[in-house]
Nanobody
Framework: QVQLVESGGGLVQAGGSLRLSCAAS????????MGWFRQAPGKEREFVSG????????YYADSVKGRFTISRDNAKNTVYLQMNSLKPEDTAVYYC?????????????????WGQGTQVTVSS
């Protein structure tokens, strides 16, 4: 199974940017669809963005469209989430997930492996 380690979280002011990275090991990364989810205190985990195994298809939650960009580098076994124009409501723990089905869709049940999460805090 693939192991996932997120990095890049932190504290940023509203309007600022962060880039999250998720490094994968132990599996054939290029065959996995990848997704980013987030969970704020007291709320359910929600889909943020996903990318299919080739990188040819990407998906976004309405709340982040136009501000976040997902990408992957299969040579580096890494998926990225570039987050711009951050808002306080983006504050959450962000999780990377891998799907053997390869789609990278918005259903958390598609995903087989999860990282430990990285905290993103956006101050107003």
């Amino acid at each position: 199974q693939v192991q996932l380690v997120e990095s890049g979280g932190g504290l940023v002011q509203a309007g600022g940017s962060l880039r999250l990275s998720c490094a994968a090991s132990g599996g054939t990364f290029s065959r996995y669809g990848m997704g980013w989810f987030r969970q704020a205190p007291g709320k359910e985990r929600e889909f943020v963005s996903g990318i299919n195994w080739t990188g040819s298809s990407t998906y976004y939650a309405d709340s982040v469209k136009g501000r976040f960009t997902i990408s992957r580098d299969n040579a580096k076994n890494t998926v990225y989430l570039q987050m711009n124009s951050l808002k306080p409501e983006d504050t959450a723990v962000y999780y990377c997930a891998a799907s053997r089905r390869g789609y990278g869709g918005n259903n958390y049940q598609e995903y087989d492996n999860w990282g430990q999460g990285t905290q993103v805090t956006v101050s107003s």
